[in-house]
């Protein structure tokens, strides 16, 4: 009995659905819709930061971003140009140890400019890494956790003003 009732209804709604009226594509979308999502990496808000801080943000994944200091937990910088900036890390967390392509796990970035960076103080819970630039030449520092790192005139006061030009955070592999 309960499997007649099924083909019965079956039945009936089989028709319903081709009877629905197909979307049609030479209809066009109404003017006001709203745009489709999609991610092009750009740092959202970058011109406002820029006018009122003077600090270029140019792109990341969105687990950097810049933040008022004072949160716990958060990468500081200072600049002799800029003064302190601090940014708010997040960390993607990957369980699948399996994919080479996830080590190493410095999975959260921003790539910004800042001027004569001096010092950078790592967040506590993540591995760091700064990508300064002085003269067309680039370096990298492994920024420690929880602790102010030289960088640049920091390291050397004879050494020319640095800037940053990226961020990277990330969970050491725990597998």
């Not at 801080?53 to 971003?65: A, E, F, K, Q, V």
């Amino acid at each position: 009995m309960v499997m007649r009732r099924l083909r019965l209804l079956a039945a009936m709604t089989v028709p319903l659905w081709v009877m629905a009226p197909a979307a049609r594509a030479d209809v066009p979308a109404p003017e006001d819709a709203q745009p489709g999502i999609v991610e092009d990496g750009v740092y959202p808000g970058a011109e406002r930061i820029l006018a009122e801080r003077g600090i270029t943000l140019i792109s990341g994944n969105g687990l950097i971003t810049l933040t008022d200091c004072g949160e716990p937990g958060t990468i500081q910088l200072y600049s002799a140009e800029k003064g302190h900036i601090c940014f708010k890390v997040r960390i993607w967390r990957a369980f699948a140890p399996d994919l080479p392509t996830l080590e190493p796990a410095l999975n959260s970035f921003i790539v910004l400019r800042i001027p004569d960076v001096y010092v950078i103080k790592g967040s506590r819970t993540a591995t760091q890494q700064a990508t300064l630039t002085v003269d067309d030449r680039t370096k990298t520092y492994d920024i420690r956790p929880d602790e102010w790192t030289p960088v640049g005139e920091g390291v050397d006061p004879d050494n020319p003003p640095e800037t940053l030009v990226e961020l990277r955070a990330g969970q050491e592999k725990t597998w």
